[in-house]
């Protein structure tokens, strides 16, 4: 039954990559050659659907609601997002497909392609890209253009000025992928405090607190003594909160080895206490290494440059880790603080 399903979907296939190369052949006045893949105004695109023959789609969209979202369900990489509208924006034509690849293209676009359908508010889409492989050496990216429902009588190379490489890595479908890598995201100017602990090192844990406007004090949490901090101290390290990353989710690890970990001691703990009372929770965790691993000589149990990481926002079900370089802005000592000013006490 299986093998007699597969041979059923080849003959789909075989015969839509030959209606598609007739017609893309056919010189009818049915036929027209499209060649505007851009969208000026991409600001008003708010919804991009992508699929492919395999059954694989994402829908991504921002018509219901502030932010891009993936399928409706969690927040999209504003980053990846924002890539795909350049790309929309800046896309050009590099040169026709040659005649003696022609075919061949038409039914790799016919049978294996990536479809981006861009939607600007209506149930149409305003344009629609078939994206297929790279062209030869890479330089360029072949693509059929349709618009109201027509195709384009003819695929081209397409390319964006100033760059080089293939634009159908930038159109994945892998959900995973997808979801914002945000830890957290709040506005700076509604934190009321934020508590940070060094839970094993030598290191001094503090507390900074606005308690006026433009007012900030900063407590020893080992010695409970109180300073005023300058707002060039204060602000520019309550901005860092503004938007908190993670570089990937660990999905390998065994859960039980993750759940060990987890409930070991801490390297770092985060309190962000917002006006409306609201609490954000973020802690950190040594990332293992392979046994005997060595750095400059030296074994080392844990990696140097990454760290495990726990936000509220997740819950206790993601793993993210975080880079130590961008992480570290977030967690100085009380003594960094001191030294980096005057503070009163």
């Not at 007699?4 to 049915?30: D, E």
């Not at 861009?118 to 360029?140: L, M, N, Q």
């Amino acid at each position: 039954m299986k093998n007699l399903i597969g041979l059923l979907i080849l003959i789909g296939l075989a015969i839509a990559a030959y209606f598609v190369i007739t017609n893309a052949n056919s010189n009818s006045s049915n036929s027209e050659e499209l060649r505007d893949f851009a969208i000026e105004d991409t600001a008003a695109v708010d919804q991009i659907f992508l699929s492919q023959p395999n059954g694989k789609e994402i829908l991504l969209s921002r018509r219901n609601s502030d932010t891009w979202l993936v399928n409706g369900k969690f927040k999209a990489r504003t980053d990846a997002v924002e890539l795909i509208l350049i790309t929309l924006h800046d896309i050009k034509i590099k040169s026709p497909v040659s005649q003696n690849t022609f075919d061949g293209v038409v039914k790799r676009l016919a049978v294996g392609s990536t479809k981006a359908e861009f939607y600007t508010g209506g149930k149409k889409a305003a344009k629609t890209w078939y994206i297929g492989d790279a062209s030869p050496g890479r330089t360029g990216t072949y693509m059929l253009l349709e618009e109201d429902g027509q195709k384009s009588s003819k695929p081209f190379v397409t390319h964006m000025i100033m760059e080089k490489g293939y634009l159908g890595s930038r159109f994945f479908l892998d959900p995973s992928l997808w979801k914002s890598r945000e830890m957290m995201q709040v506005d700076p100017q509604k934190i009321k405090s934020i508590k940070v602990e060094h839970k094993y090192d030598t290191a001094t844990g503090f507390k900074i607190e606005q308690t006026a406007q433009a007012t900030f004090n900063l407590t020893n949490l080992k010695t409970e003594e109180k300073f005023n901090v300058p707002t060039t101290i204060a602000i520019p390290y309550f901005k860092n909160f503004e938007a908190v990353f993670y570089e990937y989710i660990d999905l390998k690890t065994p859960v039980s080895e993750l759940d060990s970990l987890y409930n070991s001691f801490p390297r770092h703990e985060l309190t962000i206490t917002m006006q409306d009372g609201k609490t954000i929770e973020m802690r950190t965790y040594d990332m293992p290494v392979a046994p005997g691993s060595m750095l400059d000589g030296k074994p080392i149990n844990y990696h140097p440059e990454r760290m495990y990481a726990f936000t509220s926002e997740l819950g206790e079900n993601a793993h993210p880790i975080v880079q130590n370089h961008t992480f570290n802005v977030l967690v100085p000592r009380f003594e960094d603080i001191i030294s980096s000013t005057t503070v009163e006490k």
